[in-house]
């Protein structure tokens, strides 16, 4: 699993540093917005938005196991951001 959660990290940061030079600041917001029109773009973002959910209640879970409650909380608000980032993050802190 740690193995896998450098991988989404390495792969994450490097899809998104090309992402951000073929449209970055304001032409990503409206990329971003464009996703809302379509329907299968509101289904992909809810499902995003639900694993994102899932991921949430994962951390806090373990959190209470291990008392690790400040890297989940941190790692729970970085999310709607850096998405899977920050969940792989919370492993490679605290889990791997």
Known sequence: MTVVAVAVLI????VSAWAWRQAPGRKAASEFSEIWKAPWGKQLMLDFFGLEAILALWML???HGRGTWVSAIACI?????FGSMAAAFYWLLNVG
């Open 11 to 14: 792969t994450l940061v490097a």
């Open 61 to 63: 879970t373990d959190a």
């Open 77 to 81: 608000a970085a999310m709607p951001v």
